[in-house]
């Protein structure tokens, strides 16, 4: 998963706009290494089809705990540069 460094707001909270997250500098970082980093990418587990991670979120445990239930269930997750995903 892509992240940006920088921003120490709560997990979950938007951190900066998306405009601001696409345009920061990014490092790639594993899905568990993102937690509690700035999402720089639109993660979006299928089905249901619904963004669980957007650009400028923070990331949390909890939304990472939920991205690898749903792909452990079978799901595809798209937008994560983390392949293990």
Known sequence: SS??????LESGKRACTPREAFFRARKSVSAEAAVGEISAELVCPYPPGIPLLVPGERIGADALAELLALRDA???????SDADL
């Open 3 to 8: 992240s940006l460094s920088g921003a120490d």
């Open 74 to 80: 079978g799901c595809t997750i798209s937008g994560a």
